[in-house]
């Protein structure tokens, strides 16, 4: 397996240096206005990530847990503090953020989100219209907004065929609480795939298969 | 407490009553009287495509089973085993030739006739199976749309359905040829709100600009104007939009008119530009069409009681408590060899974004209303718009037709509402 980790040269070691502290919403308006890559290869690959999700994985070692472990609690933090700007930052060129309508056991054809709709298909620009959607702050369901508490465990790295990544797969629960409401629980896994661009590790693609995918949901329009 | 069979101290010509959306009898009555009184939507064909396949669904609060038999009739029958009550299926989808009990084994072919009783000997000789079958609702099919109801007396389900077919037709037939598949999964959202805020919703043209102003913001500071309907903003009423009053409850809000090239006032969706080039390259000038499908249709109709055809997607109100509703959008896809499958890729990504970055925001708004409406002091809701301003005027149907801002959708609604709750038909499962 390939390591990212010889790669990135530790860059995981300093997060101080990671994200681009002048980064706002405006950069996120003029930043990937079209959608150029995701075709039918694409599909095909998310596909094949179902299919390799599924094997044993691997605990991580020490020097895989400082890389990716970290980067994926990083990004729960940052989700946690609302902190949008810098989430996008964790994120490739080419990346997607995926969460299916549809239970994720193996050889089900609803989960194929070529053929099927998703709780969130987020290419770049998808992702940089919901954070832009969220900052809008006339977004009446995040009118109290929400706030989440995200607990992730059981981090493993999975094989992959694809020279260049990296699969990690984690369990996860997540707390959500807007104000006049009850809090929600969501459970479930998450697939984490990174890759390294611009000599950063970086996560390139992201699947979120909740628990409950199949079951309708009271306002899913925060960041899982 | 309302009187239970007079409703009109709650509606009045230009404003309605809390409690209609806040009163557990009501929710109750509404339940019984008006889900299984008139036609309700059910389930699409394209969902039950092999023989003996069949989805499980609700008829107000009451548990269905929507079945096609081998020789493709469907059949509605009740989810309630005719020995001690259990539900005799348990699964969301899927094929049966028989639903066989799991707690004493009493077996019901897929028309709903019972076919076997273990040890039926014990019941003494008297006993008649043929009497003993799952309830039946009375079901019909109108080009795909299957309804049921357990009205005998209704008349049949296009008369029932009226104009309101004519413009189902003018929905499925924007592709000639093409046929509407609904078995590319759900956005299921619930509302804690009572499920008539939904309906008020549904051909509501005032709110877009207001409850929308988060989507219709973001777009037009990513993407500046001319995309994705910008023409709900503004006064409106000087714009091309109507509502009209299609009879028996059903409505209609008719945005087509502001659509001047469908593809090129769409919302964004990932694939686009990959998938508009592969097109283009492979199909030249005929890919214009076939991208205009991938835009929702510009229509929302309304029928009665629960089921909304907004844009490209079949929206189904569920009802489960008095403040507690599941409102169900099922995507579709246009099955026509001419149709190539990019495009029904796209419209699976278009489909993911008005429940996204729409919805919710009205939904928010909704439980918003649910939570004002328990306030007992503030007695009335209003539903006046351009009941008097002289805007209305009978098309060339002769539907009263208005502005888009009319809430005229929302007093028809109420007209037939009151209709079906006054009702004294007795509804009986054959």
Same mark, same amino acid.
């Given at each position: 397996m390939d390591d990212l980790h010889d790669e990135t040269g530790g860059a995981m070691k300093s997060l101080d240096d990671y994200f681009d502290?002048?980064?706002?919403?405006?950069?996120?308006?003029?930043? @990937?206005?079209?959608? #150029?890559?995701?075709?039918? @290869?694409?599909?095909?690959?998310?596909?094949?990530?179902?299919? %390799?999700?599924?094997?044993?994985?691997? #605990?991580?070692?020490?020097? %895989?847990?400082?890389?990716? &472990?970290?980067?994926?609690?990083? %990004?729960?933090?940052?989700?946690?503090?609302?902190?949008? %700007?810098r989430w996008y930052q964790l994120y490739t060129r080419e990346c997607v953020y995926?969460? #299916? @309508?549809?239970?994720?056991? #193996? @050889?089900?054809? &609803?989960?194929?989100?070529?053929?099927?709709?998703?709780i969130a298909f987020d290419d770049r620009r998808r992702m940089g219209d919901r954070i832009v959607w969220l900052r809008t702050g006339v977004a009446y369901s995040q009118l109290p907004p929400s706030y989440t508490a995200h607990h992730a465990s059981g981090f493993v790295r999975v094989s992959t065929v694809t020279k260049g990544e990296v699969k990690v797969r984690s369990q996860f629960i997540l707390h959500e609480m807007r104000a006049n409401n009850p809090v929600q629980t969501l459970s479930g896994w998450m697939g984490h795939v990174f890759k390294s661009e611009d000599g950063k590790l970086k996560i390139d693609r992201k699947v979120v298969c909740l628990l409950d995918a199949q079951r309708a949901h009271h306002n899913l329009t925060f960041l899982i | 407490m309302p009187d239970p069979t007079d409703y009109s101290d709650l509606i009045e010509a230009d404003r309605v009553h809390r409690t209609l959306y806040t009163d557990e009898q009501i929710f109750r009555t509404e339940m019984n009287k008006i889900y299984g009184g008139t036609w309700t939507y059910l389930a699409h064909a394209s969902e039950l495509s092999k023989p003996y396949s069949f989805v499980r669904r609700t008829l107000g609060l009451r548990p269905v089973i929507v079945t096609k038999d081998r020789n493709g009739q469907f059949h509605g029958v009740l989810n309630r085993c005719t020995h001690r009550g259990a539900t005799v299926c348990r699964d969301e989808s899927g094929t049966a030739r028989r639903f066989t009990c799991p707690y004493h084994n009493w077996s019901f072919d897929n028309t709903g006739a019972l076919v076997g009783v273990p040890m039926e000997e014990g019941y003494g000789p008297d006993f008649d199976k043929s009497k003993l079958g799952l309830g039946k609702l009375r079901v019909a099919e109108y080009r795909g749309f299957i309804f049921g109801t357990l009205n005998s007396e209704l008349p049949d389900l296009e008369t029932h359905l009226g104009h309101a077919a004519r413009r189902l037709d003018e929905w499925m037939d924007r592709w000639p040829g093409g046929r509407i598949?609904?078995? $590319?999964?759900?956005?299921?959202?619930?509302?804690?709100?009572?499920?008539?805020?939904v309906n008020d919703n549904s051909a509501d043209g005032y709110h877009p600009g207001f409850s929308h102003a988060s989507l219709l913001r973001m777009r037009k500071d990513r993407y500046g104007g001319g995309v994705d309907m910008q023409w709900v903003l503004g006064n409106v009423d000087e714009g091309l939009q109507t509502v009209a009053d299609l009879g028996n409850g059903h409505t209609f809000l008719d945005q087509r008119r502001e659509i001047e090239r469908y593809w090129d006032q769409s919302a964004p969706m990932p694939g686009e530009d990959s998938y508009v080039e592969t097109l283009r390259t492979r199909m030249g000038e005929k890919a214009e069409a076939a991208l205009d499908m991938v835009m929702g249709s510009g229509m929302n109709l309304n029928i009665f009681p629960n089921l909304l055809i907004i844009g490209n997607q079949i929206q189904v109100i569920v009802p489960r408590a008095l403040a507690r509703t599941d409102l169900i959008w099922y995507s579709t896809s246009i099955e026509a060899d001419d149709i190539p499958p990019e495009i029904?890729?796209?419209?699976?990504?278009?489909?993911?974004?008005?429940?996204?970055?729409?919805?919710?925001?009205?939904?928010?708004?909704?439980?918003?209303?649910?939570?004002?409406?328990? /306030?007992?002091?503030?007695?009335?809701? /209003?539903?006046?718009?351009?009941?008097?301003?002289?805007?209305?005027?009978?098309?060339? $149907?002769?539907?009263?037709?208005?502005?888009?801002?009319?809430?005229?959708?929302?007093?028809?609604?109420?007209?037939?509402?009151?209709?079906?709750?006054?009702?004294?038909?007795?509804?009986?499962?054959?």
């Open positions: 502290p002048g980064f706002t919403v405006d950069d996120i308006l003029a930043d @990937a206005k079209t959608s #150029p890559y995701i075709n039918d @290869a694409y599909y095909a690959k998310l596909r094949a990530d179902m299919q %390799e999700w599924d094997a044993a994985g691997a #605990p991580l070692t020490e020097a %895989e847990r400082q890389d990716y &472990e970290a980067l994926i609690l990083q %990004e729960n933090w940052l989700l946690d503090r609302r902190n949008f %700007e995926w969460v #299916p @309508a549809a239970h994720d056991l #193996p @050889a089900n054809a &609803e989960l194929d989100p070529q053929s099927h709709v998703t | 598949s609904v078995r $590319h999964g759900q956005h299921k959202l619930i509302c804690n709100g009572n499920w008539k805020l029904n890729s796209l419209r699976m990504r278009l489909q993911e974004d008005f429940p996204s970055f729409g919805e919710p925001d009205d939904l928010a708004n909704f439980e918003e209303c649910q939570s004002g409406l328990s /306030v007992p002091e503030m007695e009335w809701l /209003v539903v006046s718009r351009h009941r008097t301003t002289g805007k209305e005027y009978v098309d060339e $149907h002769g539907h009263t037709t208005g502005p888009v801002t009319d809430e005229l959708p929302i007093r028809a609604f109420w007209a037939e509402w009151q209709k079906w709750m006054t009702s004294t038909t007795k509804l009986v499962a054959q």
